[in-house]
């Protein structure tokens, strides 16, 4: 299947390193705003990312990944390409292991060594980063992102676009706010507002914001 790969920065890096050891993908291209227009470079497409519905529409069947590590711009994308959500593709390294009770959204990445146990829910683009665990009946909505080893903890709700920290750890049946990050390497014991950011063990809310929590 042909894949186009929209954002060509340090965490397209390791999605392309997903799609080459996924069976039947291939990356045709990659679209990023860093490319001013359509050019073929070793037989690979660049361009920006207003040419998605170009390359939809002169190559048959091909399906977009978001490398896009920023929540915040990540659905900024998705919502001015308006593409189908099945248009998108999901792709899970092959060391990831994944309940067959867990279900996940489109155009969500989960990364090598990452674990999503029974009964999880994950949405429509999100990042399950290398080495992270999701445990069973927890759900994570749309754009959410969980850095490297980093643990959710069973029926743990975490809404829109929030960022789980590198090796941060949230115990069980909590909810986290939309839009709200947690600091790397924090223990998260209570529930957290929307459009806060929380740190340390256990993790105390600093502060608002609304601005890039992705």
């Not at 899970?92 to 489109?106: E, K, L, Q, R, Y």
């Amino acid at each position: 299947m042909k894949v186009v790969v929209i954002g060509h920065g340090g965490h397209s890096k390791v999605v392309s390193d997903i799609i080459r050891a996924t069976n039947d993908l291939y990356i045709i291209g990659y679209l990023d705003n860093n490319y001013e227009r359509i050019q073929v470079i070793n037989n690979l497409i660049f361009g920006p990312i207003s040419a998605a519905m170009q390359l939809k529409e002169e190559h048959k069947n091909v399906q977009f990944v978001m490398a896009i590590g920023d929540n915040r711009a990540r659905k900024l994308v998705v919502e001015k390409l308006g593409l189908s959500t099945k248009d998108y593709l999901t792709i899970v390294h092959p060391s990831a292991s994944i309940s067959p009770s867990a279900n996940i959204g489109f155009g969500t990445v989960v990364m090598p060594q990452a674990v999503i146990n029974a009964d999880v829910i994950v949405g429509n683009h999100c990042i399950i980063n290398s080495g992270a665990v999701v445990e069973h009946d927890s759900l994570l909505n749309d754009f959410v992102h969980l850095c490297p080893n980093s643990t959710i903890a069973g029926t743990v709700k975490m809404h829109e676009g929030s960022c789980v920290g590198s090796g941060a750890t949230i115990i069980p049946n909590r909810r986290i706010g939309e839009w709200t990050m947690i600091g790397a390497g924090s223990t998260v014991i209570d529930h957290l507002p929307a459009y806060s950011l929380a740190v340390g063990t256990p993790a105390k809310v600093k502060l608002n914001n609304n601005v890039n929590v992705g």
